[in-house]
Antibody, heavy 119, light 111 residues
């Protein structure tokens, strides 16, 4: 079965760094863009950014441009979302999704990773 | 406030038809950008329901349909079932902002 499997829930303190992952099983990432989406508690979906299949292009929403870094290692079919310094306001569920292009729909989604940032 | 505007909630009785609207601007839906629709059940990841304005992925019942006109798009759900109770999101690419956008989401209640 083709699926995107994300890393487990994380509990961190403000100021700490964090990298969460999204691994493809049953299909390669080759040819696909991978996006990240934030969902704060009780709120809607927010598009954070997307990385191209060959990593040559990464697009970010202005809201997240200076807060996170999106990267990938296609040799292990895995994309990452990284924070260098977490804030309490980063507490949310983060989803990854697969796209054939930045303009096309996310046809496959990960199960989500809950990130809790609290002192 | 989202650039793509959706009603916060809609409701309907089992068997009825409901429509969820998604209003954008000339830089996204009005520019011809594809509109996609997702269903998010409580505690679950979003699931693709409609892509490219009106196309259904394999496995999505034909009770779900999408349309687009001008700067707006709509998701119609006919023959409402209890299992349709969820939050529905529209998505489209904005050419001016160079980002993909989600609507604020619409909660469907099946009465």
């Amino acid at each position: 079965e083709v699926q995107l499997v994300q890393s487990g829930a994380e509990v961190k303190k403000p100021g700490q760094s964090l990298k969460i992952s999204c691994k493809g099983f049953g299909s390669r990432f080759t040819g696909y863009w991978i996006s990240w989406v934030r969902q704060m508690p009780g709120k809607g979906l927010e598009w954070m950014g997307i990385i191209s299949p060959d990593f040559s292009d990464t697009k970010y929403s202005p809201s997240f441009q200076d807060r996170v870094t999106i990267s990938a290692d296609m040799s292990i079919n895995t994309a990452y979302l990284h924070w260098s310094s977490l804030r309490a306001s980063d507490t949310a569920i983060y989803f990854c999704a697969r796209h054939e292009s930045p303009f096309l729909a996310g046809d496959l989604w990960g199960q989500g990773t809950l990130v809790t940032v609290s002192s | 406030q989202s650039v793509l505007t959706q009603p916060p909630s809609v409701s309907g009785a089992p068997g009825q038809k409901v429509t969820v609207s998604c209003t954008g601007t000339r830089s996204n839906i009005g520019a011809g950008s594809d509109v996609h629709w997702y269903q998010q059940l409580p505690g679950r990841a979003p699931k693709l329901l409609i892509y490219g304005d009106h196309n259904r992925p394999s496995g999505v019942p034909d009770r779900f349909s999408g349309s687009k006109s001008g700067t707006s798009a709509s998701l119609a759900i006919s023959g409402l079932q209890a299992e349709d109770e969820a939050v529905y999101y529209c998505q489209s690419y904005d050419n001016s902002l160079s980002v993909s956008l989600f609507g604020g989401g619409t909660k469907l209640t099946v009465l």
